[in-house]
């Protein structure tokens, strides 16, 4: 089993990235945000109580995501591996997460941290929230409220991977296959994979 957290600010491209990887890798997606706007489109109580939090470029409480991962897992034990986008944000979250895979044997092996420049974050959120009409990515406040708590709240969970050797920082400027060939690489030298056709050493 190959299990990943890939990480990074908004903007950073994970989402794109972790579709690359899921088809390269097999594995399955958990992408907390899309969990969530799932369950804003539904109009669930889950959905209204993360909007709240969401709309403030806030983090949604651990109550909420860690119930969320604990029955996506369950419902895919048969996986080859999981890719987490967006999980864990904190430090409680991480060692939750560890407590969790830990039980069902199956321990993070490796967190990917893309590495972007912030007004490159800024410029792809601005142009994301033009295509998709998400009204965070299209106030600047918004967007540097949800910089500025990865920074605050975010960013330290890096030294806690870092202190159990799972680390590895990703440069995350470029073209999408250049990205994607730093990532394969950095998962390859770890995993012993056998090479994907994108560049991949």
């Known amino acids: ?19 690359n990887l899921i088809e390269k890798y097999k594995l399955v997606h958990l992408s907390t945000g899309d969990i969530l706007r799932g369950e804003l489109a539904a109009k669930s109580t889950l959905g209204l109580e993360a909007k709240k939090y969401m709309d403030k470029g806030e983090l949604v409480p651990d109550e909420v995501v860690i119930g969320m991962i604990e029955v996506k897992l369950d419902q895919n034990a048969g996986a080859k591996g999981f890719i987490f986008d967006g999980f864990p944000r904190t430090n409680a979250q991480a060692q939750a997460l560890d407590k969790l895979l830990e039980k069902k044997n199956a321990p993070i092996d490796m ?91």
Do not use: H, W
């Open 1 to 19: 089993m190959l299990n990943l957290v890939l990480f990074g600010p908004p903007g950073a491209g994970k989402g794109t990235q972790a579709t």
């Open 111 to 201: 967190m990917l941290a893309l590495e972007v420049e912030k007004p490159e974050l800024v410029n792809r959120l601005m142009g994301r929230g033009k295509v998709s009409g998400r009204a965070d990515d299209q106030d600047i406040n918004v967007i540097e409220n949800r910089i500025n708590v990865y920074n605050r709240e975010t960013a330290p969970v890096i030294e806690y991977y870092n202190k159990q050797g799972k680390f590895r920082s990703v440069d995350g400027m470029g073209t999408i296959e250049e990205i994607f060939a730093r990532l394969c690489n950095a998962i390859d030298k770890v995993n012993g994979g056998s090479g994907c056709g994108c560049g991949c050493k």
